[in-house]
Structures are given as C-alpha cells and as structure tokens.
C-alpha cells in the first residue's frame, strides 16, 4: 500500500507545521485521514469542512499544504 508524506501550515498556531506519514490506497484517503486526525479543529468536521481543507491545501496562488507519494 502507498505512503503519503503530508505537510499542512495550520492557521493561528504557535508551531504551525502539521506533518505525518501516511499509509493509505489513495491520495484523496490519505488526505481525508490527515483531516480527521489532525486538523478538524480548523475546519468543521464533516464534508464542507474537508472541501475547504483541500481548497486551502491545493490553492494554486498560495498552497498551506503538500502531499507526496513515498512509496
């Protein structure tokens, strides 16, 4: 199963940098995991909360976030 390196810059926070190594099927998986475990106290937690995660993680202009395949 791949691995996921997955860097987010948290808003307001004293150590902004949220990291972690996911194993997981799929990128958007991956993703949806590193929300619900770490970053749900930014956004609401529930579908609209996610999209706005990802609208921030994958904003062309100025990126919070970056996810890489390791494996």
């Not at 390196?5 to 990128?27: C, M, T, W, Y």
């Amino acid at each position: 199963m791949p691995k996921y390196a997955i860097a987010f810059v948290a808003p307001g926070e004293k150590n902004p940098l949220k990291h972690r190594i996911i194993e997981s099927a799929d990128q958007d998986t991956a993703l949806k995991t590193f929300f619900n475990e770490d970053i749900t106290e930014f956004y609401t937690n529930d579908e609209q909360g996610f999209f706005y995660f990802k609208e921030d993680f994958f904003d062309a202009s100025c990126s919070a976030g970056s996810v890489i395949q390791i494996e």
